[in-house]
């Protein structure tokens, strides 16, 4: 292979940077094996989606600003129209092109200060990540390398405290955060991450790279799935260990659960995990489990919410990100020894807020004693809290719901109930065909929480014609009762092993 200086100098983006970034394998497959990436899950649309419109709305911040043409296919037509905005004296442009030192980058925003320029990045998010300051830097390198005079670096970030009131206000609804310093700190490290990256993607083999936090920080990896091929089942990844406790055993060359050895100082929750890989058989506590059960008062409500949190708030009186629920479902069990459970449901329409039906659902659905039990009690409390602030005459039904929350999950997440099946994890989806077999969410045509939250969108945006639209509510329904179906069935299962102590 000739040397690196006798060879075209590779172009790298902006994009490709950040991605070298969190990983130099990550870097070089993206240049050798895109065929390896994945095709764009619901969830990542969703996110595109929404960080399109928060650019869209933060472009109507400043009406006089130049958009600057040509897509990622096209960069000389970006340069070129970059150069021409400049020499035509426009004082804000909208995504401008820069190449210097073999990076081409698009800036979301370029200000002119007189002599200078501000740069600044718009971050579908309310708070400055690291992350967001390494794209920022990575930015201002190219820009002052192709001759802008950067005076100063900004991130244009939501504003959390946003309120919205009638028709979105683009001039409320973003903060402005001066992050020059930041890049100052990081400026020097660019040219020896660009030379370190050089050599990545100029190299013929593949670089070596341990999978582990950096797969999923600050991003899932798009190549995830194909690093992973080799880590074996009942991994170390597959129990809940420390970024630090994990390095130590890596050191000691244990990947598998089942070799960690009996003096690995470990929390019982964790040597419960591990006991049940090495033996493969449950781990059940029941005395603490029947310790829970005790807290439990009849009649049981069994609730579930499913809720889109957009960074746009749709309705008056929601903030940016705010947990919105679109739908409950409600299983009733009115004693103890009953066999018998009374279903009921709400679900929003997809055009106006589903809130005051759901409130209307909730107070005339839950009766002022017994408990509700959940699976996962902090984001159903999270809501209930938002809806009895927002509703002031259910208030103290809605926190007497709250305060009345009993979380199924809780003996799963504790290591109270831990089985081989569960793979590390303790979600409903984990935890149900592992105890109640046969139970499933394989055949629904919505079979997770993600979904649901793109299915209901698409309802709001009216993506679907009249006979869909039913079916795609049918789908919604389907799949929320079962969550709460599968609660029942999963409480039944504690009860029978706590009465075996």
């Known amino acids: 292979m000739a040397p690196l200086a006798a060879r075209r100098e590779p172009l790298l983006s902006k994009s490709q940077y950040m991605r ?33 419109e928060i650019g869209r709305l933060a472009r109507e911040r400043y009406p006089r600003a130049r958009l600057i043409g040509g897509d990622h296919t096209q960069i000389g037509t970006a340069l070129r129209l970059t150069r021409q905005a400049v020499k035509d004296r426009v004082r804000i442009l909208f995504e401008p092109a820069a190449l210097s030192d073999g990076v081409f980058a698009r800036a979301d925003m370029l200000t002119r200060d007189y002599g200078t320029w501000d740069l600044t990045e718009v971050k579908s998010a309310t708070e400055v990540k690291p992350v967001y300051v390494h794209d920022a830097v990575v930015q201002r390198y190219v820009f002052e390398g192709a001759g802008f005079d950067i005076r ?17 206000d683009p001039q409320k609804l973003f903060l402005l955060h001066d992050v020059t310093r930041e890049t100052d700190r990081l400026l020097p490290d660019v040219k020896t991450h660009l030379w370190a990256m050089r050599e990545v993607i100029s190299s013929r083999s593949m670089p070596s790279a341990e999978v582990g936090d950096r797969c999923n920080q600050p991003y899932e990896c798009a190549f995830k799935a194909f690093c992973w091929k080799a880590v074996p089942e009942d991994s170390i990844y597959d129990i809940p260990l420390s970024t630090l406790e994990r390095a130590v055993l890596k050191e000691r060359g244990i990947i598998h659960v089942r ?7 470990l929390l019982p ?58 739908q409950a479902s409600l299983h009733i069990r009115e004693k103890a020894g009953d066999g018998l459970v009374f279903h009921t449901e709400f679900l929003g329409d997809g055009v106006n807020d589903p809130r005051p039906g759901l409130v209307d659902f909730l107070a005339r659905n839950i009766g002022p004693r017994g408990s509700v039990v959940v699976f996962n009690s902090s984001f159903e409390g999270r809501c209930l809290l938002d809806l009895a602030v927002a509703f002031k005459r259910q208030r103290s039904k809605l926190f007497s719901i709250k305060d009345r929350l009993w979380d199924l999950a809780a003996p799963f997440r504790r290591g109270f109930y831990v089985h081989p099946e569960f793979k590390g994890g303790w979600s409903i989806k984990r935890v149900l065909p592992a105890l109640v077999p046969g139970m499933t969410y394989d055949s629904l045509a919505i079979q997770n929480g993600t979904e649901a939250q793109g299915t209901y969108l698409g309802l709001m945006e009216g993506r679907f014609g009249s006979p869909e639209r039913e079916r795609k509510t049918s789908d919604l329904k389907e799949y929320c009762k079962l969550d709460t179906g599968a609660m029942v069935r999963l409480l039944d299962h504690l009860q029978d092993e706590a009465s075996k102590k």
């Open 20 to 52: 070298g970034l969190q990983c130099p394998k990550a870097l070089w497959l993206y240049r050798n094996r895109k065929d390896l990436i994945p095709g764009l899950s619901p969830a990542l649309q969703t996110i595109f989606d929404q960080g399109h």
């Open 269 to 326: 929750m964790q040597r419960a995990w591990v006991e049940t890989a090495r033996k493969g058989e449950p781990h059940i506590d029941r005395e603490a489990i029947a310790d829970l059960l005790c807290q439990l008062r009849y009649p049981l409500y069994f609730l579930d919410f499913e809720a889109i949190n957009p960074a746009i708030p749709p309705y008056d009186g929601l903030r940016p990100f705010q947990f919105l629920p679109f």
């Open 152 to 168: 100063q670096v900004n991130l244009l970030l939501v504003n959390k405290n946003y309120v919205r009131q009638g028709p979105i």
């Open 259 to 265: 070799d960690i050895p009996e003096n690995f100082k």
